[in-house]
């Protein structure tokens, strides 16, 4: 949707298919419209409706009635109860394609494709009428965000939808409410409202609570996000955030509290994508301070470790991300230097490594296989002392070693058959807490049953990946030129439109003479036909000074101007002005035709300079990187798209297969036997919405463990972004 907050369109291009795609296609409800459109013309048919399907209309009727306004205006050439004609079909097609709410890209995101396609619906052979139903779907391309590992596709994919007050409302402050299950916590509920209202140096603030009947977490969390086109650094976030959390470690023996505290300040930067595979660099630093406190027993912990103290650290972390065809790929790198008690001093050393791959296999349209394999493994060395809360508690719930969800490091032993910081305990009254661990992760899902997010009519359609790709095509184009534009060498060449300016004064000066002369019908035609070239050439050259005053002249106004279009037979604007100058010397009665040989020797000398030198550069190893540049931009858009057409679906239904395997070592206790988790469960995917229920089974369970644990979640993604 329109993002008022965003920067000018530097790229968004539309992608259609043809007019005369009009054509068969289903209506939930309504009979096939089997023929070709001509039919229903020749056989008469009258329109029973015209309306335009796009997202959400189906959740807002403020949606929905905009999009009706579009259909009912005077002006609609297609209305409902005329009589059906082809080419009124295809014009109303135009003007809802004109007038539909526009793509906005920032300078970073770059690219945005809407897909429109017209079609008719509801064919009643006996009444003799038919439905004319427009379809426009829209998404935008995020840089940072759609490379990195972490963010699925409902993240990766911004889709625009037509602006009302409730989805303006929407898209700036977003509930989103969610639920799960986890037996140190029982069943637990919450909501986060995420505000977006830019000011100043914050972008975002979001409020995060939830809670049960032994738990409850909260956040606040004022957020600044800057994006870059160019350069190696492309994504800066930076943070302060409150976080209070009282999430207990419970076993059929015990019941321990493990409540926190903490203030944060957090940055975190992102390379540009490097190389085919989409190579991003992410590190970033951390400070938080505040308290960690326990009801433990002393006993259960080492010498050295207190139950509730003050705390104080400093985080650094690196990683990367990549992806190659549908895998995606990371591995990150965290320190931790803390502080316990009162003072500065070095009192503890963390380190957490987190890697993982995403495998995923499309055997049938629609219906991916994904295998998701993590391994992670962590260390503490205590110097001094050591917060018992700062030790490792395992199990089911996903402990992020920094601040921001867009990019996990997980700092615990994750192991799905045991609670959240239940797998913490080597005996029945023993240590609590680990001072190193290792875990690794598979999960295996496989999507069964499937409707797809874009209409079959569409992906049916023989046409649709051609005209697609011509699109893609077009957009590569217009960002190589958009870079080549933007070099020092382009700029020069463009920086000799300005003395341009003056022979252009002297040939309208020339002009009017002639023109008051009145020299009689011919010469006043071909004077008329010279003054609207030079009109032309002028409004050029005028739009190539701002832009040079504004930033980048485009590459497509210096073509036109000296070099046109050879291959296609179209001369440059300079070209027809010096050949209309040069007929009209030729006429007799002109005067002085000797001065207009010498305008158009100077207009030609100007025009081979910068034309040259455009011709040079075109074909130089600035051009060629500027292209590559280019194609290399456009992997992850066309990657994307193909995700759109054959994986992407509206509801989905998916079982879910895991298995983990975690070790957790204690300093104090000999034993460290590797502990195992199997199970299973379904996912349900409706549109941002996706609900997992399963179990994971713990195959050797000890006397002070349980069986397993129950795996329950919701998750609603914000559809407005």
Sequence with gaps: ?????????????????????????????????????????TAKYTVSDVRIDSPLRWLFGSVDQTLKDLTSDPSMPIKKGQTFRKADSDAGFIRVVERFPELTVSRVDRIAVRIARPALEKCDAQAKTLAVVYKVYSIGFSYYLSRAFETGQKEEVKRSVVDTPATETLSNYFPQPFVGYDRSRNPYGGSKLTIKQPQGLLDTISINGSGSSRSSEGEAVAEGVKDFDRGLIRH????????????????????????????????????????????????????????????????????????????????????GTMRSGRHAFKGSYGLQLGSAGEGTQLDFIKHVLDTGVTLKFLPVDHKPITLDVHFNAGSIRTKRELPVAERFFGGNGERNFIATGDWIIRSNPYIRSFAQNEFSQASPQGILGGDSFLSANLTLAATVWAKPMVPREILEDEEFPRLV???????????????????????????????????????????????????????????????????????????????????????????????????????????????DLTTLKEMGGIPAPATIDALISELGSKQDSM??????????????????????????????????????????????????????????????????????????????????????????????????????????SNLFR
Excluded at 2 to 13: D, I, P, Q
Excluded at 510 to 538: F, H, P, Y
């Design 469 to 579: 790709n011509l699109q893609f095509n077009a957009a590569e184009s217009a960002l190589r030129n958009e870079y080549l534009a933007s070099s020092p060498e382009f700029r020069r060449i463009a920086e000799e439109a300005i003395p341009l300016f003056q022979t252009l004064v002297s040939v309208g000066r020339k002009l009017d003479e002639i023109e008051g002369l009145n020299l009689g019908s011919e010469v006043n035609d071909q004077a008329t036909l010279c003054r609207a070239d030079l009109d032309q050439v002028n409004e050029t050259v005028t739009a190539i000074k701002e832009d040079l005053q504004e930033g980048s002249p485009k590459t497509a106004d210096l073509r036109k101007l000296v070099v046109g279009f050879p291959a296609a037979g179209v001369s440059s604007y300079v070209t027809e002005l010096m050949d």
């Design 1 to 41: 949707m329109r993002n008022r907050a965003r920067s000018n369109t530097l790229v968004a291009f539309l992608t259609f298919l043809s007019l005369s795609s009009v054509g068969p296609a289903h209506a939930a409800g309504g009979a096939k419209c089997t023929e070709a459109p001509e039919f229903y013309e």
């Design 611 to 716: 034309a040259d030198g455009f011709k040079s550069l075109d074909e130089s190893a600035i051009a060629t990187a500027a292209k590559a540049r280019a194609a290399e931009d456009m992997i992850y858009p066309r990657r994307v798209f193909d995700e759109l057409t054959h994986e992407a679906n509206l509801i989905a239904i998916s079982p879910v297969f895991i298995f983990d395997a975690a070790r957790m070592r204690h300093r104090e206790v000999a034993s460290s036997p590797m502990r195992y988790a199997i199970g299973g469960g379904m996912r349900l995917s409706i549109v941002s919405l996706d609900v997992t229920l399963g179990y994971a089974l713990n195959p050797n369970p000890r006397p002070w463990e349980r069986r397993g644990a129950l795996l329950l979640s919701m998750e609603v």
């Design 236 to 319: 800066l976030e930076y943070q302060a955030r409150y976080l209070h959390s009282n999430i207990p470690s419970i076993t059929p023996s015990s019941s321990t509290s493990l409540q926190e505290g903490l203030g944060q300040a957090q940055f975190m930067a992102a390379s540009k994508a490097l190389g085919s595979k989409n190579l991003i660099i992410r590190f970033g630093g951390l400070l938080e301070g505040g308290n960690k406190q326990t009801d433990v027993d002393p006993s259960q912990v080492p010498s050295g470790n207190l139950p509730s103290s003050p705390y104080r650290s400093v985080k650094a972390f690196v990683g």
